[in-house]
């Protein structure tokens, strides 16, 4: 069974930094191309960040390049966000999720939980 379990969020300033946590169960994570993936209040999911099996590789939402960095840690089976300057509107849930291309965003994973709560605010 699949599981993903993400820390690692808070409240933070603008300008603020923090770094999201991911750890994976359940399948060959290294078989794998991960994602972050974010819900704002009132919003619907969206990618923000994918990293491919072997992490050399990475993509990122333009709102967030140079800001996060995603990285991965296979023989932990661990998926990182560090996350420098934030600000307002980075405000959100953050999932972790594995990557599938094509598609929507929300069917990247059959049960998105608690994700980990990211607030930027004075």
């Known amino acids: 069974q699949v599981q993903l379990v993400e820390s690692g969020g808070d409240l933070v300033g603008p300008g603020g930094s923090l770094r999201l946590t991911c750890a994976a169960s359940?399948?060959?994570?290294?078989?794998?191309?991960m994602s972050w993936v974010r819900q704002a209040p009132g919003e619907g999911l969206e990618w923000v960040s994918i990293?491919?099996?072997?992490?050399?590789?990475?993509r990122y939402k333009d709102s967030v390049k140079g800001r996060f960095t995603i990285s991965r840690d296979n023989a932990k089976k661990m998926l990182y966000l560090q996350m420098d300057d934030l600000r307002a509107e980075d405000t959100a849930v953050y999932y972790c999720?594995?990557?599938?291309?094509?598609?929507?965003?929300?069917?990247?994973?059959?049960?998105w939980g608690q994700g980990t709560q990211v607030t930027v605010a004075a």
């Open positions: 999720a594995k990557y599938q291309s094509g598609g929507r965003v929300a069917e990247w994973r059959d049960d």
């Open positions: 359940g399948f060959t994570f290294d078989n794998f191309a």
């Open positions: 990293i491919n099996a072997l992490g050399g590789l990475t």
